[in-house]
């Protein structure tokens, strides 16, 4: 009998325990990062030349086996634990399955043969920064400038897909100058292109083309002049709430936190509290963001290529930053850090990348005050105070502030920041009134200008709205006359609904602003007392969608940013907006590709998909740094209760 080798043994055990506690939605934990790391290198894929691994985290298990889990008050049986794993080798992507019970195993091994890349690496990121640097080429052109070496930062960009028949993983290099201020994405060196094979990490194409004047440093620098956090006010609320693991409970509220490297917090079976019923009811069963798609207005041959897509490419979680205690977060706030896989399958750390805190935000949850009452002045009024679960996730020059915030009234607020500094380009001309052509942005000082750009953040509802068979409706707003009823009123009209329940995909591709209406998810097997389906309102955002054409090669790539609201049937594998490989993707695979089947969506297991957009545009407020620019959306009980929760 062969010898089990003792690391194995130990982390088999170590797994073993840890899946017999585990929520069936827990992220990996170091242990099992390192376990899958040592299964992989154990494997035949250890003999292919430079292994490395993009994407790993948990293999989720069947929605309908997690919900019976759920159900169950006897969990004292582990829960099959298994990763998904995404490693390069060999010039190929392969897609493992990994099954961690006991020494565990790869159970799938797939080679993709199809359109696109896994993500970056942060190695991948680092060496292909550093290689322009060697470069003899790039030394004589910072050299003819006059500026020196070790005060340039070369910032990696992904590069897109512009139609090209065969593709390969490539990178483009921006420099920026640092002399003089930390502020590197204010000055930057104009005119000089360079494009990297990243398999070869070697430089394919380098082109110097011209010389422009490089921004002034003076008053780029975006260090406050007040940055003592004791002073700062802090949110004195008790914590209410209870952590255990990844499952937090506070208030009328149960949900479970998540994290990955490509989608940064996920939220998980979200119940609330029903006093009237006095059982948790199910609202949301999985939540985050799918995709970002964020380009730039240049079509000029420094910028064109500049169309993110930051999850896809980067990772949210692989940028998520360390929350700052007392400035990112409140007193009050509890940490929780995230955990991922690097190139070399070791586990990584994110210190602090997710906090939770009470927030009294000195609005008011509800009031009311009478004086019909003979004798008497009634008045009764509740503060609001919610809870927030926050992560920041820093990609290159932007920070976006991803909140969700919930409501003891049921609802749940989605909200999104952005800040951080602009992403600029030199300039020869000082003042508009230089200008001969379109800059594609705004002068923000001498030799600096912000080129103009879009956000649209996508993101994934799994909605189980009191169940997992849902319905979509549109509840659209329309002018009557009161003539047209046979009413006799000295009114001319006034207004009535009409809800449309969506029957197939197309149905439930929506673009907003238009016209009013409102955006409800139901349960059709579910009625309140007075005999209304219970449901949930979608209240959205800015009415923002894509305004580039539709066979431009970056709207083809991000087609679903077309509609702000899609709805299609639910599907295990279809969680990423524009496809798991977004890099160089031909958006040949992704939302827009999924609805198009026009699957039935009427009482049945549905997801939404809402993109918070921002067509924007900046201004010299926004310079060095930017004040943050909020949006977002909002899930509100739309006849789920009986009565308000907040007064049962």
Not at 62 to 68: A, F, G, P, T, Y
Not at 283 to 303: A, I
Not at 378 to 397: F, H, K, Q, S, W
Request: with cysteine; net charge positive; glycine share 8%.
């Amino acid at each position: 009998m062969a010898r089990i080798p003792l690391l194995a043994l130990v982390l088999s055990l170590q797994c073993w325990v840890i899946a017999s506690l585990s929520h069936p939605l827990d992220p990996l934990n170091p242990a099992e990062i390192n376990h899958i790391r040592h299964i992989v290198l154990n494997s035949h894929l250890a003999t292919l030349p430079n292994l490395t691994f993009h994407f790993v985290e948990i293999d989720e298990p069947e929605k309908k086996d997690v919900l019976k889990w759920l159900s169950s008050n006897k969990h004292n049986k582990p829960f099959p634990r298994r990763a998904k794993v995404m490693v390069r080798a060999g010039g190929e992507t392969r897609e493992l399955v990994v099954d961690l019970t006991g020494p565990g195993s790869i159970t799938s091994d797939h080679v993709y043969r199809g359109h696109g890349y896994p993500p970056f690496t942060f190695q991948e990121l680092y060496q292909a920064s550093q290689l322009a640097k060697k470069d003899p080429r790039f030394k004589n052109s910072l050299l003819r400038r006059g500026l020196n070496l070790s005060e340039v930062s070369c910032i990696p960009l992904t590069v897109g897909w512009f139609g090209e028949d065969v593709t390969y993983r490539a990178l483009k290099i921006a420099s920026y100058y640092r002399g003089g201020t930390i502020n590197i994405y204010a000055r930057p060196i104009g005119g000089i292109s360079i494009l990297i094979d990243v398999e070869t990490m070697k430089i394919i194409e380098y082109i110097d083309r011209f010389k422009v004047p490089l921004p002034p440093a003076k008053g780029s620098d975006y260090q406050s002049t007040n940055q003592n956090l004791s002073s700062f006010p802090c949110n004195q609320t008790d914590r209410g709430f209870r952590i255990e693991g990844h499952k937090v409970r506070w208030g009328n509220w149960n949900f479970h936190v998540g994290f990955n490297a490509r989608a940064g917090v996920i939220i998980s079976t979200a119940s609330v509290y029903d006093a009237v019923h006095k059982k948790f009811r199910r609202v949301l069963y999985r939540g985050h963001v799918s995709e970002t798609f964020v380009p730039y207005m240049d079509p000029t041959n420094e910028w064109y290529f500049r169309t993110f897509m930051d999850m896809g490419e980067y990772g949210f979680g692989r940028s998520a930053d360390s929350l700052e205690p007392l400035a990112d977060c409140p007193g009050n706030a509890v940490f929780m850090d995230g955990y991922m896989a690097g190139a070399d399958g070791r586990p990584q750390r994110v210190d602090r990348a997710i906090c939770i805190f009470e927030r009294y935000t000195g609005d008011v949850a509800w009031r009311h005050m009478e004086v019909g009452v003979p004798g008497r002045t009634i008045r009764r009024v509740e503060p609001e105070v919610n809870l927030v679960v926050r992560m920041v996730a820093t990609v290159g020059n932007y920070d976006y502030v991803l909140d969700w915030e919930f409501q003891q009234s049921g609802s749940i607020k989605v909200g999104v920041g952005l800040t951080g500094v602009l992403a600029m380009k030199a300039t020869s001309y000082t003042n508009t009134d230089q200008t001969k052509q379109d800059l594609f942005g705004t002068f923000l000082a001498n030799n600096i200008v912000a080129v103009n750009h879009d956000h649209f953040l996508t993101y994934y509802l799994d909605l189980d709205v009191d169940g997992t068979d849902n319905s979509f409706i549109k509840a659209k707003f329309g002018t009557k006359r009161t003539t047209s009823i046979g009413i006799k009123s000295p009114r001319k009209s006034y207004w009535t609904v009409v809800k449309e329940m969506a029957k197939t995909e197309a149905d439930g591709r929506i673009r907003l602003g238009s016209k009013p209406s409102e955006l409800l998810v139901v349960n059709t097997n579910k009625m309140t007392k007075t005999g209304n389906y219970v449901g949930y309102r979608l209240i959205t955002g800015q009415p923002v969608y894509s305004l580039l054409s539709d066979d431009d090669y970056p709207q083809i790539r991000a087609a679903y940013t077309k509609y702000q609201v899609w709805v299609t049937a639910y599907n295990k594998s279809e969680r990423w907006a524009a496809g798991f490989y977004a890099d160089k993707n031909r958006g040949d695979d992704g939302l827009a590709v999924w609805s198009s089947r026009n699957r039935s969506i009427a009482n049945k297991d549905v997801v939404v998909w809402y993109t918070v957009g921002f067509h924007h545009i900046p201004y010299q407020e926004d310079y060095p740094a930017m004040p943050t620019l909020h949006d977002g959306f909002q899930l509100r009980p739309a006849n789920f209760f009986e009565r308000n929760p907040l007064l049962q």
